[in-house]
């Protein structure tokens, strides 16, 4: 009988985090600079990160900024169909955490709390409410 465990080490789960940032970050067309930003990183960091998975250990706040996007990334895929869940983050928006800004441009500029508070929009449209 197999056991699984879902604890693996900090390192796997960030080498995982990464590597499905990175191809978010493919999939929204994000420019490095931009991707950087939205991971915490310089872009230096973020280019080795992309490339290798090695970048040193991550901060607590880097991981749950990749998480979230992560997230953010699978709800948009749920609640709508491509193209429109991969150009979304690019579109301007007048929803009430938006104010005709793109989601990409606010959670640029808003960090990480404005990251987690588009994931929770997301998560509350997809949710119906």
């Given at each position: 009988m197999n056991s699984y465990s879902l ?123």
């Open positions: 604890e693996g080490s900090a390192r796997d789960r960030q080498d995982v985090a990464l590597k499905a940032f990175a191809r978010i970050a493919d999939a929204w067309s994000l420019a490095p600079h931009e991707a950087a930003t939205l991971a915490d990183m310089s872009e230096v960091i973020w280019e080795q990160a992309r490339q290798s998975g090695c970048v040193g250990e991550l901060s607590s706040d880097q991981m749950l900024r990749l998480s979230a996007l992560i997230g953010l990334y699978t709800s948009l895929e749920l609640y709508f169909d491509r193209p429109t869940s991969r150009d979304w983050v690019r579109m301007p928006n007048g929803g009430p955490e938006l104010g005709g800004a793109s989601p990409i441009d606010a959670m640029i500029a808003g960090g990480l709390s404005r990251i987690l508070r588009m994931r929770g929009y997301v998560d509350a449209l997809r949710e119906g409410v």
